[in-house]
């Protein structure tokens, strides 16, 4: 198996050559090109080709069961796409147009060190300052990266319990989703823009309390006594590990995928136009045409 610095010399310049491959079909679809659907169908095609390179990542070396199955459940998904463009059978270039979009709000992240620094360190901030407001002391320290991004805490015995704070941890990945989704409809540049505005500082907030509430359970050793299933379900041996994954892996990861879904359907409020996306993705699940009509 592939570690984590060689699946990233694979995976990173994947992303933006799958990135670039849907913004390449989404612009031949909106120029109503002929080859459009080729275009969309090797996008979809690579888009399984990078999920099912992350799903040993996500399920083995992250341990996270929420992000595994997601990951595995995408690369059949990404197939049927681009079968169902490929054959004709539906055009999905809204969706494409989503993804290009989500993909260049985020890799930017990725990619470059000063937009993923300050990203991070900026969470650490806020969280050092709920934390504090709550009555807790953190300590921040320097983590593997060379940022002050790590929330150190001290169990009885004095071992040293660590929580840091990583890209994956700034929110992003929700916030690329959801402007994602809101700029790629064809609705008003003030609604969507209103949609972005009203969207971005729920997530951003949430995720600032998403980790605190890790760092805390995780410092003060609140979901200990499961360790027994988490060492059967998640193959640790590491007790001081449990609190972590029951906050981190278990709890956060399952909320973030229920609040990220209330989001984008209460945005349909505003942004009925989404609703072209949400028909793709029912279609998808259910093999059903649906027509929400939400626009009148």
Same mark, same amino acid.
């Given at each position: 198996m592939l570690g984590a610095t060689d699946l990233a010399t694979i995976t990173d310049p994947l992303a933006w050559i799958v990135v670039l491959t849907f913004a390449? #079909? $989404?612009?031949?679809?909106?120029?109503?090109?002929?080859?459009?659907?080729?275009?969309? =169908?090797?996008a979809w095609a690579l888009f399984a080709v990078f999920?099912?390179?992350?799903?040993?990542?996500?399920?083995?070396?992250?341990?996270?069961?929420?992000?595994?199955?997601? #990951? $595995?459940?995408?690369?059949?998904g990404s197939l049927y796409v681009a079968s169902l463009?490929? =054959?004709?059978?539906?055009?999905f270039e809204v969706l494409t147009r989503a993804v290009a979009i989500m993909g260049f709000?985020?890799?930017?992240?990725?990619?470059i060190t000063v937009i993923r620094s300050g990203s991070i360190e900026m969470v650490v901030a806020h969280v050092e300052f709920i934390l504090r407001a709550v009555g807790?002391?953190?300590?921040v320290i320097t983590g593997p990266d060379g940022l002050q991004s790590t929330f150190l805490f001290l169990a009885e015995n004095g071992h040293r319990l660590t929580t840091r704070v990583i890209l994956a941890c700034t929110g992003i990945g929700s916030i690329s989703i959801v402007a994602g989704l809101a700029l790629s409809v064809d609705a008003t540049p003030r609604r969507k823009l209103l949609g972005i505005a009203i969207a971005v500082p729920i997530i951003y907030g949430l995720n600032v309390l998403r980790v605190a509430f890790i760092a805390l359970a995780h410092g003060f050793q609140w979901f200990a006594g499961f360790r027994d299933p988490?060492?059967?379900i998640f193959g640790i041996e590491d007790p001081y590990l449990v609190s972590y994954i029951v906050a981190d892996r278990v709890i956060s990861q399952s909320a973030s995928v229920l609040v990220l879904v209330a989001i984008t359907l209460g945005l349909l409020r505003l942004i009925p136009e989404l609703a072209t996306i949400v028909e793709d993705v029912l279609f998808l699940l259910t093999g059903r045409e649906y027509d929400l009509d939400l626009a009148n």
């Open positions: 390449t #079909s $989404a612009i031949l679809s909106m120029r109503e090109s002929p080859v459009a659907r080729y275009g969309a =169908t090797g999920w099912a390179l992350m799903v040993p990542h996500y399920a083995i070396e992250m341990r996270s069961i929420v992000e595994g199955v997601l #990951s $595995a459940a995408a690369v059949p463009i490929y =054959t004709e059978r539906r055009s709000i985020y890799l930017p992240f990725e990619a807790v002391e953190p300590t988490i060492f059967l």
